[in-house]
Structure formats: C-alpha cells, structure tokens
C-alpha cells in the first residue's frame, strides 16, 4: 500500500526527524541541564600523548641546574628598617658565601636556606660597599657544603649563554633558573658613594628582586658574576641587568674573610675621554690619546702630586666644555684611552699606598708623574 503525503504532513515529519535526531546526538555525548541550559560532555578517553625527548641543549641546561642547584642559597634578613631577601651561593668548605653588601647591611639577624630546605643562621664576615660585595658565613656542620667554581671573568664575551640562579621576591624554597646570553662587557654604574662599579657584566638574562647576590654561571656550572643590579624603571627584569665579574669577587673576597674589609685605590680626580672640540682648542697632536682631568679633590694623592684639573671653558656645537686640565695618556706604562681604563687599572692592579707612575701631557708636551695612591675617602 502506498502512502502519499501532503506537503504539510511531509513538513511535520522532516522536523520530527530533526528533533528526534538532535535529542539521539544529545543522549550519546551528554545530557541538558533543565537549571541552566549548558550542556555537559563525557570525553572519550584520549589516546596517550608521546614521550618529550628533550634537545642536547636542554638535557645540558637541565644538567648545569641540578650540578650548582646545592651551592645556591636563599637569604633572608631582618634589621631595623624592616626585613629583606636576596641570594647567595658557597665559596668554600668552611661555610664561607658571598653576596651582595646591599643585601645583609644593617643586618641584626642573617638566615640563608638551601634548595633541599636546609636552614642556618649566617654571621657577617666582612663587606665591601664600594663593590656591592659582602661575606658571610655559616656553620659548616649543617650539611655537606658544595663550593662553586669560578671562571675567568676576562674571557667572557657578548652572545655567550648564561643562566641566573636565585630567589626572586623572597621566594624560599622556590630557586629558579633563568637563561639568556651576555649583552654587553666593561660597563660601569655608580655605587652610593659616587664611585664607579667598573668592568660590570650585562645580561638579559632575567634578574628580578632576590635574585641580587645570586650567581650568574656560565653554561659549564661556573660562576662568572654576582648579580647586583637592573636596569628598569618598573623595579623588575627589563632586559638589563648587571654582575660583578667572578674576578672581582676573587680578588676582595679573601680580604673580607681575613680583615672584614676591603680598601680601593684613591687617586682622587674626576676626568672625561677628550671630544674633539677640546683636542682642536690645545692643538693637541693626533698621536696622543688620553683623557682630561678635569677637577682634583682637595687633599687628595693628585693634589698632592700637583695634577692640573681644567681651569677654562669653550663653547662648542654641543655646549661649553672644560680645557686646561692635565692630559692622562698611561699609568704605569698602560694605555689610557678613556676613564674607564684609568679606573680599571687602579682597580685591577693597585692597592692604597702603591705608587703608579702616570704619563701627563701638559703645555704640550709629555711629562712622567708619580703619585703614592691613598686609600678611599
């Protein structure tokens, strides 16, 4: 028997099919929630996902890790102002860690905590805050201590890879690892005395607040700078931040264990790298090279060996600039081509009472003069 259908009846049953089809789809991946009208879906097991294989470069990165991890510390303090965090990392057997000076100054209570929970309280041993390094130390008994290595600072160069290691914003227990490449060498920023922190290291590698004092190792586990500071107007990782090259560290930090201190080389003058409006108003020759002393502290070991600072002014495209001043061509018999390396040498090379012999070009023409350098002020 043959049934015909009017055009409305087959209307009707496309639309039955329609809805019998949605609440059959319903029934088999989930059900309506009268209350709320959302649907809820019972998933299938999902098949299993594959197992990572890292890179070479990763399973090295995760090795230097967990190689240095024991060696990093975090450190808490409390003093009058208030409390404070910052990091640290172990320099030899005997319990001796190094950080920053700015993160244990005014410290009535030192306590540093490893990554495994281990907790000590810390003694101060000596600082140095021209340099923004501090000693402390810790019983050695507390656990087997892990000393860090140090690399050669000078050999380090911009594109290498290296990881910070600390604990930013005070997070104990909570150590983290950071990677990014050296951007920059032999740059130099003032301390709170006004003095120059030369031959500092610039990284991107991330360097928030608690990580000052941490290490920056390179990507063998050695270390080859404190992290000490950043540059950022938000007061967190912007990109740039800076390490006190390992060799600084090696080269202070005995003195803090043995006398609690660390003296630095005065001469005592303020100088500039010459422009070329300064080198055309004293005809000074192309050959030399050098920069202007431009004002000698009163009292000081230049004074006293009788430097000229500038005594005049010149107006130039870029504004007045200072002339007259003894020109500083070498100490020592090395080269001076900028401020930089007068500093760097004093730094490197002298202790107060040393006398340095510096090359001076003075009326036109060079002359030798030896200063007996003091401590500083």
């Known amino acids: 028997m043959t049934h015909k259908f009017t055009p409305l009846a087959l209307a009707i049953v496309v639309v039955l099919g329609m809805v019998f089809g949605a609440l059959l789809g319903a029934a088999s991946t ?29 399973e090295q990165l995760a090795d230097a890790y967990n190689n240095v991890i024991d060696s990093v510390v975090s450190i808490s303090v409390a003093a009058r102002a208030g409390a404070g965090t910052g990091s640290g990392f172990v320099i030899d057997e005997a319990g ?29 041993v000596g600082r140095d805050p021209d340099a923004d390094v501090a000693v402390i130390k810790i019983d050695p008994s507390v656990k087997t201590l892990q000393p860090v290595t140090f690399a050669d600072s000078e050999e380090v160069f911009i594109g290498q890879s290296v990881m910070a290691i600390g604990s930013p914003f005070g997070s104990q ?43 920056l190792f390179d990507m063998a586990g050695n270390v080859i700078g404190v992290n000490t500071a950043i540059l950022s107007g938000s007061g967190s990782a912007s990109g740039v931040g ?19 201190r660390y003296e630095h080389s005065w001469l ?71 401020m930089s390396d007068l500093i760097v040498t004093l730094e490197d090379t002298t202790l107060p009472g040393d006398i340095v012999t510096l090359s001076v070009w003075r009326d036109g023409a060079p002359q030798e003069i030896e200063v007996r350098l003091a401590a500083r002020p």
């Open 30 to 58: 989930g059900w309506v929630s009268a209350q709320s009208g959302q649907t809820h879906v019972e998933l299938d097991t999902l098949p299993a996902g594959a197992s990572y294989q890292p890179a070479a470069h990763e």
């Open 96 to 124: 001796h860690i190094v950080t920053n000076n700015h993160v244990i100054e005014s410290a009535n209570v030192i306590l540093v905590e490893f990554a495994d929970g281990t907790q000590a309280e810390a003694e101060l």
């Open 173 to 215: 227990q909570a150590f983290t690892l950071t990677t990014g490449i050296i951007s920059g060498v032999d740059r130099s920023l003032q301390n709170e005395s006004r003095y120059s922190m030369p031959e500092l290291i610039q990284t991107d590698a991330a360097i928030n607040p608690g990580n000052s004092g941490g290490p």
């Open 268 to 338: 005592g003058i303020s100088g500039m790298t010459l422009a070329p409006a300064q080198r055309d108003a004293i005809d000074l020759p192309d050959t030399v090279q050098g920069v202007m002393v431009t004002t000698v502290t009163p009292g000081s070991p230049a004074e006293v060996a009788g430097l000229r600072g500038t005594d005049r002014a010149i107006e130039t495209a870029l504004g007045q600039m200072p002339v007259g001043g003894d020109i500083i061509t070498a100490i020592n018999g090395t080269p001076v081509m900028q």
């Open 242 to 260: 800076f390490a006190i090259p390992s060799n600084t560290v090696r080269r202070i930090a005995p003195y803090l264990i043995e006398l609690g």
